[in-house]
């Protein structure tokens, strides 16, 4: 199932980044064999939350991929690697730069197994310049790309994103530029090398603040929760929680004007452009303030949704997990899964009408398609395998 049907995906990753734009390739119907450590497997199979003795971060970036556990330190599981990727057509990888060639994996051994195999590269700085060499998480990429400083309080100190959102978004950039990479292939090219850096991502997703700064010198502040080009827009307080209200534009800013019933607001010099709402930020928001406190949070949704203006709970997990939206459009599943009972895992958030993704395969277990991907991939036979499991090869 799925427009990816028939592409093949050996996964070396680890962590977020590369497993996560595995999985996205999984979900849209290509086979995704996960190479893991033999007896331990992949890192993050040991980080919590758990659920029984599994890992919920696991299983949050692994549905739809097989497991194939191989010890990549001997010379017969890197053989059984070559061997591999001869059948595949994209090798994803977030190692640090040079681990691929410390693997045996040079650019030139990887052009002699497989001259059309897409080469997928995720590290923190790049396979190039001064830092290529330097590890990093997420963290350290929203750190030096700039996103903490312009996250949190304006008078408060930087802060990091409530998720992991560079490691998202780069394994986004990664699959989108795998899957570019594999159009190219199939219009008469060969495979290639896909570069995708953390700080690079981070760095492409922050708006007008770098030519700002370039073009009059004027370093970006902390908005906090603030829409910084338009108010009022912000989140504001209820009889009994807190909303969001984007109200800032000329049109909507009208229509808030009449849902509160202060239309008289239209005409104060203050607040009757968007420029002047802007130089008046606090006062505006103190009107949009006293009238929120004297509703509820779903009165006011329902107000605002019915005037088309945007408006939204801030809601808990809880609350997420229970929304009917989130719900309809399946953004989370329920499957059961062996030693944790009943998990969630994503659901497939790109939805497409003619080639539809599908979860085909639970998160694997370690080494769960070892034998199955030997046998119909290289042609091992059973005793073949028994004796490379005996040799700690698998």
Known sequence: MGPLKGIKVIDLSRYISGPYC???????????????????????????????????????????????????????????????????????????????????????????????????????????????????????????????????????????????????????????GTVCALYHRQSGGTGQSIDVALLDCMVSLLATTIPLYTTSGIIEKRWSNRDKVTAPANAFPAKDGSIYIHAGTQPLFTRMAEVMGRKELLQDERFDTVAHRMANIESVEAEVAAWTRTHTVAEIDQLLSDAGIPAAPINTIADVVQNEQVLARKDFEYMEYPGAGTISINGITLKMSETPGTIALRPPLLGEHTEEILEESLGYSAEQIQQLKLRGIL
């Open 22 to 176: 595995s999985m996205l390739l999984g979900d849209m119907g290509a086979d995704v064999i996960k190479v893991e450590k033999p007896g331990i497997g992949e890192d993050s199979r040991t980080m919590g939350p758990f659920a029984g003795d599994v890992s919920l971060y696991f299983t949050q970036y692994n549905k739809n991929k097989r497991s194939l556990t191989l010890n990549m330190r001997s010379e017969e599981g890197r053989q059984i690697l070559f061997e591999l990727i001869r059948t595949a057509d994209v090798l994803v990888e977030n190692f640090r730069p040079g681990t691929l060639e410390k693997m045996g994996l040079t650019k030139e051994k990887l052009q002699e197994l497989n001259p059309g195999l897409v080469v997928t590269s995720i590290s923190g700085f790049g396979q190039t310049g001064p830092y290529r060499n330097r590890v990093a998480f997420d963290c350290i990429a929203q750190a030096m790309s700039g996103l903490m400083s312009l996250t949190g309080e304006e008078d408060g100190q930087p802060l990091l994103t409530g998720t992991w959102i560079v490691d998202f978004v780069t394994a986004v950039y990664a699959a989108f």
